[in-house]
């Protein structure tokens, strides 16, 4: 058996091609999706990401500010321009790109992020909201996967999911959305013994740890369906995700690569969430 290779390009297209229709409806009354991005230092990673988010934005329709600061910003800085775009009523979306300089906090950051403007779903208030099952805006990644599985005609309910990987950003919330989704969910890490007995059981093995070619064909059930969310840069400047690809794609049944797939999705999750706040600005508006 070989593993389809999930077509990433394919399923951000339609998915991007919706948004954009939706963005063209909402201009045509007069509100166009705007999001701003705020990077300090020059991190090389961090601005090809920024680059692709403008570029994704300006195809969609929408209006992208991109604020690229120096690594010494100071963190009042950071802080004074985050509540200037908090009141400008044309940005719908503020994402402070990671990681920041040493002397600024992430955490006193993304709380300065007003609510409603939270696309990337990082503020405490949001993340409760996930955790409760209140609307708000999907983090980007875990999202941007739910939506990989759906396309790929995964039926996620009663499924075993497990996770390798906790981070704020991907492993928990990745969990938070399984379980919405009704899946059996379990979670590993860095201190979990013998991993490939636990991750042997997954009809859904999603990698989200951070270490390159982790995962090897004795961690995949014959079968399962693998989701690669890892990105790591190779000595030799290659990417490689957390997933051996050669040596999962002879035992699983569907496969992401990398790059290609999962990137570009959590970018699209990124456009929705920012079309979404927009949506309710407009309707507040329509309200008032």
């Known amino acids: 058996m070989t593993a389809h290779i999930i077509n990433g390009k394919e399923i951000v297209a339609a998915y991007r091609a919706q948004i954009k229709e939706q963005t063209e409806a909402l201009r045509s009354r007069g509100v166009q999706p705007g999001l701003a991005v705020i990077i300090v230092g020059d991190d ?27 690594e010494n910003t ?3 800085e950071v802080l004074d321009l985050i509540g200037k775009l908090n ?22 950051v993304v709380e300065a992020i007003a609510v409603e403007k939270d696309v990337d779903c990082f503020h405490p208030v949001n993340v409760g909201n996930l955790m409760i099952g209140k609307p708000g805006p999907s983090p980007c990644t875990p999202a941007g996967v739910i939506e990989i599985l759906k396309k790929i005609g995964v039926d996620i309910a ?33 201190r979990t013994p013998d991993l490939a007995a636990i991750t042997r059981q997954a009809d859904i093995l999603v990698a989200a740890v951070g270490q390159a070619r982790m995962i090897k064909r004795e961690h995949v059930k014959p079968g399962a369906v693998v989701i690669d969310v890892g990105i790591n840069r190779l000595p030799d400047g290659k990417l490689a995700g957390d997933v051996d690809f050669d040596d999962v794609l002879e035992t699983a049944s569907y496969i992401t690569p ?23 600005a407009a309707g507040a508006q329509v309200n008032a």
């Open 158 to 190: 009663g499924k075993h999911a497990v996770v390798v990987g906790r981070s704020n950003i991907v492993g928990k919330p990745m969990a938070m959305l399984l379980l919405r989704e009704h899946a059996t969910v379990t979670v590993c890490h860095s």
């Open 74 to 76: 100071p963190e009042g």
């Open 87 to 108: 009141e400008d009523a044309g940005i719908h979306g503020i994402l402070v790109q990671s990681p920041l300089p040493g002397h600024i906090s992430e955490e006193r």
């Open 258 to 280: 990398v790059p290609g797939c999962v990137g570009p999705m959590t970018i699209t999750i990124l456009l929705r969430n920012t079309l979404e706040a927009a949506q309710q």
């Open 44 to 70: 090389p990673a961090s601005h090809v990401y920024v680059r692709n988010k403008a570029k994704a934005c300006e195809a969609a329709g929408m209006h992208s500010e991109v604020y690229k600061l120096p």
